[in-house]
Nanobody, 125 residues
Framework: QVELVESGGGLVQAGASLRLSCAAS????????VGWFRQPPGKEREFVGV??????YYRESVKGRFIASGDNSKNTKYLQMNHLTPEDTAVYFC????????????????????WGQGTQVTVSS
């Protein structure tokens, strides 16, 4: 069992920055890797980015603007979001994927084993 708690969302203007946090806990937390996803209004949940074991990967639309990182000693992941645009408006989730599934699974929402509750990010124009 893994519990994920996101924080850091909010309402900002275009061009602003936000940093999201995802705190992971639970007896099995060491068996999982955590990635970032988002669900824009009226759309399906989509992969955003991941940083784990020095492996990083981002969806094309956030490359150069978003930076995923983490503090393994705190079991916490971060998503630094810069130069935000209205198209980044979404509920942002972190998802835990079993480390036995491989790195490719980190980008697939259907491979996520546990989800956090999400944090709303709204970017006004």
């Amino acid at each position: 069992q893994v519990e994920l708690v996101e924080s850091g969302g909010g309402l900002v203007q275009a061009g602003a920055s936000l940093r999201l946090s995802c705190a992971a806990s639970g007896r099995s937390v060491k068996d999982y890797r955590v990635g970032w996803f988002r669900q824009p209004p009226g759309k399906e949940r989509e992969f955003v980015g991941v940083w784990v074991d020095d492996y990083t990967y981002y969806r094309e639309s956030v490359k150069g603007r978003f930076i995923a990182s983490g503090d393994n000693s705190k079991n916490t992941k971060y998503l630094q979001m810069n130069h935000l645009t209205p198209e980044d408006t979404a509920v942002y989730f972190c998802g835990a994927i079993s480390k036995y599934k491989g790195y490719y699974a980190l980008r697939q929402r259907h491979e996520v084993d546990y989800w956090g509750q999400g944090t709303q990010v709204t970017v006004s124009s």
